[in-house]
C-alpha cells in the first residue's frame, strides 16, 4: 500500500469520521446517508443486458441496437451508474489508492448480484481484468482484482488470476467512443491455459 492510502486508514480510524464523499462529519461507517441515497441501486431490468444502454421500458431484454447481434456473454452487472457519488469513489479507488472506496463500490456489486438471484456459484470462476505491467505499477494495484477477492469472499466463489494475461498497453477506453473501443483492446490479452468452469464472471472496474 502507498503511504497516503495507508495515512487514510490510520485517519479514519483515530481521528473524527468524514464521509468519503463529501467530507461531512459523520459518527460511523465511511459514507453519509445522502450519499448512500444518491448511489441508489439501480433496476438492472431497465438497462441492456448487453450494452447497460437505458431501455425505454422496464423489463429484462436487450435494447434494438444490441437485440439479434451474435454476443460472446449472458448479461452485464453494474454496481452503480457513473456519475455523482460512484465516480468520485471509483476515481478514488482507481487513482488514489483508496480500498475503502473499493470495498464501498464493491458491496454495491455485490448486491445487485444477490438481487438477481444467481446461485450456481460452485459452477463458476470470477477472473478479473488483468492490467498491463506499466499501468499496474502507476495504480500501485489492481482495482478488478481487489473486486474479484470481495467477492470470492462473501460469495465463496474462487477467483482465477493466471488464466489471462495483457500484452499490449492500451489506451483507457473511458476516453474512447465505442466503436473505438473493441479496435483498442484488439489482441491486448493472451489466453494462458483453458478455463475449466461452466460460468466465467468477469471482473473489470469501468465498463
Not at 497516503?4 to 462529519?25: E, T
Not at 448487453?50 to 460472446?72: F, I, M, Q, R, T
Not at 444477490?114 to 459452477?123: I, N, S, V
Not at 481487489?146 to 477467483?159: E, G, N
Request: proline content about 3%; aromatic content about 10%; glycine content about 4%.
Amino acid at each position: 500500500m502507498d503511504v497516503g492510502g495507508a495515512w487514510r486508514m490510520l485517519a479514519r480510524l483515530f481521528l473524527p469520521r468524514y464521509c468519503m464523499v463529501c467530507f461531512k462529519a459523520i459518527n460511523s461507517d465511511f459514507i453519509c446517508t445522502n450519499c448512500v441515497e444518491m448511489m441508489a441501486l439501480v433496476d438492472l431490468n431497465a438497462f441492456c443486458i448487453h450494452c447497460s444502454a437505458p431501455l425505454p421500458n422496464a423489463y429484462s431484454g436487450a435494447c434494438k441496437d444490441c437485440e439479434g447481434k451474435a454476443v460472446l456473454f449472458d448479461r452485464i452487472v453494474f454496481a452503480c451508474r457513473y456519475e455523482s457519488c460512484a465516480r468520485l469513489l471509483l476515481h478514488r479507488f482507481k487513482y488514489g489508492f483508496d480500498r475503502l472506496c473499493g470495498k464501498v463500490v464493491s458491496a454495491r456489486l455485490l448486491a445487485q448480484i444477490q438481487a438477481l438471484g444467481f446461485k450456481d456459484y460452485q459452477k463458476a470462476v470470477l477472473l478479473p481484468v488483468p492490467l498491463h505491467h506499466w499501468r499496474l505499477w502507476r495504480r500501485g494495484f489492481n482495482q478488478s482484482q481487489y473486486v474479484a477477492q470481495f467477492l470470492s469472499r462473501k460469495l465463496a466463489i474462487p477467483v482465477q488470476l493466471h488464466l489471462v494475461k495483457r500484452v499490449k498497453h492500451t489506451k483507457p477506453q473511458h476516453r474512447l467512443k465505442v466503436k473505438d473501443r473493441k479496435r483498442n483492446l484488439s489482441c491486448a490479452f493472451e489466453v494462458l491455459k483453458k478455463i475449466d468452469a461452466e460460468h466465467i464472471i468477469l471482473i473489470d472496474d469501468v465498463f
